[in-house]
C-alpha cells in the first residue's frame, strides 16, 4: 500500500483550514434606516458595484454597501470582473461619504448590504463608474 493517497488528502485538508475565504470580510452591523450617513475608507470590494467601508482594518467593523446609484454585471456575469476593477481604480483605499436609502424592495438591507449612495468628495460613485465607462447592467 503506497502513503501517497493518505499524504495528498492530508495536504488537501491542511490547505483548506489554511487558506482564508475572503467572499464576504465585511461583518459590521448594517444601519436599518434610510437616511443614516457614515464614512471612511473603501477596505474592499465584491464586485462592481458592493463595497466595504470601514475606519479601521478590523473587517468586523466594515460595512457592506450596495451602491444605490449603480448597477453592475455580476462577477460570474460577462464583464463583471471588468465592473469590479473600475471600482477598485475609483474607490479602493479612498475616503467615502455614504447615505442610505431604500432599495426597489423599499428595503435598507439587501442580500446582507445595505443600499446606500457613496461619494468621493463631492462626486457619486455611481457617476465616476459611467464616466469610467464601467459596464453596467445585471441583478
Known amino acids: 500500500m503506497t502513503l501517497r493517497p493518505l499524504l495528498l488528502s492530508g495536504v488537501f485538508v491542511l490547505l483548506c483550514q489554511v487558506v482564508p ?4 470580510p465585511c461583518k459590521a452591523p448594517l444601519p436599518a434606516q434610510a437616511g443614516v450617513q457614515f ?14 467601508v470601514g475606519n479601521t482594518a478590523d473587517p468586523n467593523a466594515w460595512i457592506e454597501v450596495r451602491l444605490a446609484d449603480f448597477n453592475a454585471p455580476e462577477l460570474h456575469e460577462d464583464r463583471g470582473a471588468q465592473g469590479k476593477v473600475a471600482l477598485e481604480r475609483i ?11 431604500r432599495g426597489r424592495s423599499r428595503r435598507v438591507i439587501s442580500f446582507d448590504r445595505v443600499i446606500a449612495r457613496c461619494r468621493v468628495g463631492s462626486q457619486p460613485i455611481g457617476d465616476m463608474l459611467r464616466q469610467a465607462g464601467a ?5
Open 91 to 101: 474607490a479602493l483605499h479612498r475616503e467615502v461619504t455614504c447615505t442610505t436609502e
Open 39 to 52: 464614512s471612511g475608507t473603501v477596505r474592499y470590494v465584491g464586485d462592481g458595484d458592493s463595497l466595504c
Open 135 to 139: 459596464p453596467e447592467g445585471g441583478n
Open 21 to 24: 475565504a475572503y467572499a464576504d
